[in-house]
């Protein structure tokens, strides 16, 4: 399996997801060995992993010494190289592109050295790795789709680098895995692969059971309503500001909580600044493990207001910490959660209007919270890796 995140080395959702389906994998009897582009103090291409089987979901990685990350553009990969400073000319390509190819070549060694049965591989940092691996191995290959080029951009300027992998790696497939069916429509439109080829496995979430055990000194006085997620054009933090704005004149005690990081951080901030609202925003920065859960428990609503989510598994994290949510029409998550409320990305009086009512009427808050959060118990992933297996199992029986 090629990734490209995982936990604690994550920066967004992938990792979760990542995570959450090599334990299902685990539990459904398959061995996974991850594969992952990871910064390492030494003059080495990759290093080999070995787990005692108390590790968990994984009892065998390889980590491949990149300065890739999650959510990498040309641009953060050069500031990266700059910071890294005298092992540019030794190690790393010279920018992304470069590096993706290098990571690609390792893969495809790493997969002539390895006995398996099936190549898994996440979005479109390792697809081109994912290739390579096939080509040494002749084992059939699963890409995973989690977003494409058209949810990063938002349909607008799009990479056409990465689209040109992205397409190359779903046709080079023998199997296309897409976390919706919103998903699996915008990879028959835009990259004209056939539907029959294209499976969709919703993404799950792991039950904790968890409890805020002291209320936060600010919930004793106001409400308190969360953004989690990147702060990129993707998530619609603007329009959760916007929102903001209107849900204040008519619901005054409130708190707008903003957890993430991104590339439009600061303009978020100076927009919230610019629109008189400093005091009534909290901006956390990036958040991991006790401290998300802890976000999660104290809000009294959590919004997802996303341009184009493919999936979304932070509204599952919310209903599991028993926190009500509001998310986009425009997101994968809404095929699988009934309990919650939706309005569109783009319209952010429909979006006021309902952060209001769930502020304002307790009722409707804790029919939303308890039917949510029992709805949410039913996804996991066992299910999900389970229908995983059967395509791998689909796809071993053509030898047969």
Known sequence: MFGWEFPPFNSGGLGTACLGLTRGLKNNDIEVTFVLPRKVD?????????YGDDFGSIKKSYVINSLLQGYSTSESYEQRILADGEKKPVIYGRNLFEEVERYA???????????FDIIHAHDWLTYQAAINAKKVSGKYLVVHVHATEFDRSGGNNVNQYVYDIEKKGMEEADAVVAVSNFTKQKIIENYGIPSNKIKVVHNAVDFENYTLHEMHTLKKTKKIVLFLGRLTLQKGPDYFVYAAKKVLEYYPDVVFVVSGSG????????????????????????????DIREAYHMADLYVMPSVSEPFGISPLEALNCNTPVLISNQSGVSEVINHCLKADFWDVDEIANKIVSVLKYGELQRCLRDNGSKEVKSLNWNDSARRCVDIYNDLLRRKE
Do not use: Q, Y
């Not at 003059?43 to 992993?49: E, G, P, R, S």
């Not at 070549?105 to 006995?115: H, L, Q, V």
């Not at 600044?273 to 493990?289: N, S, V």
């Open 263 to 290: 590339d439009m951080e600061r303009a978020i901030i100076r927009k919230v600044a610019e629109m008189g609202m400093a005091d009534k925003f909290i901006f956390t920065g990036f958040l991991r493990g006790k």
């Open 105 to 115: 070549s390792i893969g495809g060694d790493i997969a002539r050295n390895e006995d």
């Open 42 to 50: 030494l003059d080495v291409d990759f290093l080999k992993i070995v």
